[in-house]
């Protein structure tokens, strides 16, 4: 598509449920980002995925956190057993090879756990 | 990565040319200087992205002295729609983006 896709853009949950979040990269961009966004804060890293490589799953805050990217193309955010500190919003983004080139963010999911 | 230091907030009047100071001490050589831009409720975009000297484009101008431990972000004479957050970053190769927490532009009318 024209950029870079993410549903649902709104997700109300009940603490203990377990979400999944989808990101649908721009075509052919072989790098994804996951970050995630507090109100008023700035963008944490969660994981990243390039091409065939093993992801970087250095920014995922516990293993309650998981993501997967099927055929190099979309990805899903899980969160297993939400709290409420989990609410936040979830930003993909998608670069055709890293930083230097640019990303584009989708317009994120926004998590709300009660 | 180097490590970037931004004002937190600025404030300016329409129709002013607005800039904002970025400080990467400890940039590397190969590392680019790259600003984007945050809407309220929507994801950052890239606005302009240097390495050295002057670079511009149809949103924004990039200074970069010639040490470049510092680079300025121009808005060139602003409106009600520039308030965002904007963000300075040190970029290597396909290495990850860290972002901090941005300078929050408001602009009055």
Known sequence: GAGVSQSPSNKVTEKGKDVELRCDPISGHTALYWYRQSLGQGLEFLIYFQGNSAPDKSGLPSDRFS???????????????????????????????????????????????? | LAKTTQPISMDSYEGQEVNITCSHNNIATND???WYQQFPSQGPRFIIQGYKTKV??????????????????????????????????????????????????????
């Open chain 2, 56 to 109: 511009t484009n149809e949103v924004a101008s990039l200074f970069i002295p010639a040490d470049r431990k510092s680079s300025t972000l121009s808005l060139p004479r602003v409106s009600l729609s520039d308030t965002a957050v904007y963000y300075c970053l040190v970029v290597f190769g396909n290495e990850k983006l860290t972002f901090g927490t941005g300078t929050r532009l408001t602009i009055i009318p």
């Open chain 1, 67 to 114: 993501a997967e990217r099927t055929g190099g193309s979309v990805s899903t955010l899980t969160i297993q057993r939400t709290q409420q500190e989990d609410s936040a919003v979830y930003l993909c983004a998608s670069s055709q090879n890293g930083g230097l080139y640019g990303y584009t963010f989708g317009s994120g999911t926004r998590l709300t756990v009660v």
């Open chain 2, 32 to 34: 680019y200087i790259t």
